[in-house]
T-cell receptor
Framework: AQSVTQPDIHITVSEGASLELRCNYS??????LFWYVQSPGQGLQLLLK??????LVQGIKGFEAEFKRSQSSFNLRKPSVHWSDAAEYFC???????????FGQGTTLQVKP | EAGVAQSPRYKIIEKRQSVAFWCNPI?????LYWYQQILGQGPKLLIQ????????DSQLPKDRFSAERLKGVDSTLKIQPAKLEDSAVYLC?????????????FGPGTRLTVL
């Protein structure tokens, strides 16, 4: 069965520091992978997605993610975190047949001034 | 371009009462999804529509939840009767296509509290 694991429930970083959020997936075929961000009281906003090709994908707000098939990972990175990045981040894999998104449980990012 | 609209944004009811949520997807999007997000968890798909037909409702508790998408545009999700464990955020999303490469756009959600 398809699944997504985000090992870190909560992460705290200082403003200006680099960030890496981990995501591991279980999927039989080539996965379609996504990262979404959810600010308090808001819906989910797409940060970036990977379907095929270059394994390093760029997204909005300065985020990037790297697909590593050998490690079944799709980690999200940002070189310098801003206070406005504090939010909950979700990694997801999609069923290529139906488009059904399967989400991880999320990582809450706190940014210290 | 207008995003996915949902109403109400917040709803508080007592257990055994009924409640309905409304969703208006992005214009032209054929596929509509309803997700349930319980506090501390990722969203879980309840039901997926392609136009006005159901594609996947395997995770929908059909004894109390129902959903419809008349005319292939707006959709309503109903809970009757509500239980305490239904307290969650209900998210509606839409996409242009139903395949895996169809990016899903989410509405702001409806936060339901069942007392």
């Amino acid at each position: 069965a398809q699944s997504v694991t985000q090992p870190d429930i909560h992460i705290t970083v200082s403003e200006g520091a680099s960030l890496e959020l981990r995501c591991n997936y279980s999927y039989g075929a080539t996965p379609y992978l996504f990262w979404y961000v959810q600010s308090p009281g808001q819906g989910l906003q797409l940060l970036l997605k990977y379907f095929s090709g270059d394994t390093l994908v760029q997204g909005i707000k300065g985020f990037e993610a790297e697909f590593k098939r050998s490690q079944s990972s799709f980690n999200l990175r940002k070189p310098s975190v801003h206070w406005s990045d504090a939010a909950e981040y979700f990694c997801a894999v999609v069923s290529s047949n139906t488009g059904k998104l399967i989400f991880g449980q999320g990582t809450t990012l706190q940014v210290k001034p | 371009e207008a995003g996915v609209a949902q109403s109400p944004r917040y709803k508080i009811i007592e257990k055994r009462q009924s409640v309905a949520f409304w969703c208006n997807p992005i214009s032209g999007h054929a596929t509509l999804y309803w997700y349930q997000q319980i506090l501390g968890q990722g969203p879980k798909l309840l039901i997926q529509f392609q136009n006005n037909g159901v594609v996947d409702d395997s995770q929908l508790p059909k004894d109390r939840f129902s959903a419809e998408r008349l005319k292939g545009v707006d959709s309503t999700l109903k809970i009757q009767p509500a239980k305490l464990e239904d307290s969650a955020v209900y998210l509606c999303a839409s996409s242009l296509t139903s395949g895996g490469q169809g990016t899903q756009y989410f509405g702001p959600g409806t936060r339901l509290t069942v007392l």
